[in-house]
């Protein structure tokens, strides 16, 4: 899984990147980020926060600064949900709607937020939440 995620690696669409994801995300929920260049090439993958069986408190502050560590144009924010439905909550919308609009201050690009189960992914872009 980790060498579809490997740098230089194009993303073309939600499932090549689902199908890699999957295979990474375990049992507690983890809140990973994808940071992509300007042909949303992979500059990096890392895994940003640990949670619980059910949630994982994310800070935009330090999605910002990883973002500007990678020296991102673009990101895809990804998290699992360990229950396998991967139906987003209003949380998951809300966090999203924060992060783009902190990294939007830098100019980094939100380009999607998955959320991935092992029923599927859901793609918040696709929903109209981007």
Same mark, same amino acid.
Request: net charge neutral.
């Given at each position: 899984?980790?060498?579809? =995620?490997?740098?230089?690696?194009? +993303?073309?669409?939600?499932? +090549? *990147? #689902?199908? !890699? ?16 260049? %300007?042909? #949303?090439?992979? +500059? !990096? ?25 990678? %020296?991102?144009? *673009?990101?895809?924010? /990804? #998290? %699992? #949900? ?21 990294? !939007? ?5 939100? =380009?999607?937020?998955?959320? /991935?189960? !092992?029923?599927? /992914? ?7 939440? =981007?």
């Amino acid at each position: 899984a980790r060498q579809k =995620l490997a740098k230089g690696v194009a +993303l073309t669409d939600k499932h +090549l *990147a #689902h199908q !890699a994801l999957q295979g990474l995300l375990r049992d507690r929920e983890v809140f990973a980020a994808l940071f992509l260049d %300007n042909q #949303h090439r992979i +500059l !990096a993958y890392e895994e940003l926060f640990l949670g619980t069986l059910s949630a994982a408190t994310v800070y935009p502050r330090d999605v910002v600064k990883r973002a500007l560590h990678h %020296n991102a144009a *673009a990101l895809m924010l /990804v #998290h %699992n #949900h360990p229950s396998g439905y991967p139906e987003p909550s209003r949380t998951d919308i809300e966090i999203t709607q924060r992060l783009q609009s902190a990294l !939007a201050l830098v100019d980094i690009r939100t =380009l999607d937020h998955l959320v /991935v189960g !092992a029923e599927g /992914v859901v793609s918040l872009a696709e929903r109209g939440h =981007l």
